[in-house]
């Protein structure tokens, strides 16, 4: 099991950018593909934004899409999420997560084995 520490996470106002970073351990980071998800309250999670093993390839919800940016270092063993524009419905906690190999067709949250404990992002107005 890879373990994987989200961090980065608050309190802003709507508008206001922030961004997450999730720090992992283990020997075969750059075999795994990442995602970052998110819970809001009375919702079930959901798929936010995905990159594949080598960082040429990404995907993004349409809520997300042109405001949010994942990206990696696999130097790092680091995945970030930048998020620009922020609304009140991007409240939620927002969970790093990867899967063996890439990550097409890997939206659902099944596929992934390893989670992080998940950051607080809370945008108020």
């Known amino acids: 099991q890879v373990q994987l520490v989200e961090s980065g996470g608050g309190l802003v106002q709507a508008g206001d950018s922030l961004r997450l970073s999730c720090a992992t351990s283990?020997?075969?980071?750059?075999?795994?593909?990442m995602a970052w998800f998110r819970q809001a309250p009375g919702k079930e999670r959901e798929f936010v934004t995905a990159i594949t093993t080598s960082g040429g390839r990404t995907y993004y919800a349409d809520s997300v899409r042109g405001r949010f940016t994942i990206s990696r270092d696999n130097a790092k063993n680091t995945v970030y999420l930048q998020m620009n524009s922020l609304k009140p419905e991007d409240t939620a906690v927002y969970y790093c997560a990867a899967t063996p190999g890439d990550v097409v067709g890997r939206s659902a949250s099944y596929w992934y084995n390893d989670w992080g404990q998940g950051t607080q992002v809370t945008v108020s107005s």
């Open positions: 283990g020997r075969t980071f750059s075999s795994y593909g």
